[in-house]
C-alpha cells in the first residue's frame, strides 16, 4: 500500500477511525467513498505527500472533495497522548 502498513495495521486504523466518529452521522450528504478508502485517502496524502490535485484522481473523487475528507478525518487519526 502507499500508506507504508500492513493490511492488519490499516485494518486497525480503521477500526480506531470509526470508533472516534469517523462515519457521517446526522443528515446531510453521505460521502462517495467508503470509511476504509477515506482512511486509505488521507494516510497517502500524508505518506506520499503529494497534492490534493494529484490524490483526488487516484480515489475518483474531486480536489475539494478529498480536501473535505483530509480536513474530516486528519483529527480522528490524531495519536492520543501517553501520560507518564
Not at 462517495?32 to 480515489?59: E, S
Request: glycine share 12%.
Amino acid at each position: 500500500m502507499f500508506t507504508g502498513l500492513s493490511a492488519r495495521q490499516f485494518g486497525k486504523l480503521v477500526a480506531i477511525v470509526a470508533g472516534r466518529g469517523g462515519q457521517q452521522t446526522g443528515a446531510g450528504r453521505r460521502w462517495g467513498l467508503p470509511l476504509a478508502d477515506r482512511v486509505l485517502l488521507v494516510a497517502t496524502y500524508y505518506r506520499t505527500n503529494l497534492t490534493l490535485r494529484q490524490i483526488a484522481p487516484l480515489f475518483g473523487v474531486s480536489k475539494s472533495a478529498a480536501g473535505r475528507i483530509v480536513d474530516h478525518l486528519a483529527p480522528h487519526l490524531v495519536l492520543e497522548p501517553q501520560s507518564r
